[in-house]
């Protein structure tokens, strides 16, 4: 059974950090791209950042120069450093996991729990 375990978040000031984490768990792990995501109340979830298995990275234009994503395939965890965070990054964020367990089998997207950040004087 895959798990999606993230970490982190929190309440910030605007201009202050913040970091996340999420790890991936289970047998037979096979993990490809990776990334984040954010949902703002009553809107749609949004991508904020994806990070492929050589490290390929996108990002989001609203956080592009302020959060960094980052993984470390030995724990199959991926990160989001968040910097000079903004009121308008107040979200739930997502770790998204694109998996394959069977070697025969196909690759399926799970998602973690989410976590709140938000980002208030």
């Known amino acids: 059974q895959v798990q999606l375990v993230e970490s982190g978040g929190g309440l910030m000031q605007p201009g202050g950090s913040l970091s996340l984490s999420c790890a991936a768990s289970g047998s037979r792990l096979r993990v490809f791209d990776m990334g984040w995501y954010r949902q703002h109340p009553g809107q749609q979830r949004e991508l904020v950042a994806t990070?492929?298995?050589?490290?390929?990275?996108e990002y989001a234009d609203s956080v592009q120069g302020r959060f960094t994503i980052s993984r470390d395939n030995a724990k199959n965890t991926i990160y989001l450093e968040m910097s000079n965070l903004k009121p308008e990054d107040t979200a739930v964020y997502f770790c998204k996991a694109n998996i394959r367990t069977d070697p025969a089998g196909p690759r399926i997207d799970y998602w973690g729990q989410g976590t709140q950040v938000t980002v208030s004087s």
């Open positions: 990070i492929g298995m050589l490290r390929s990275t």
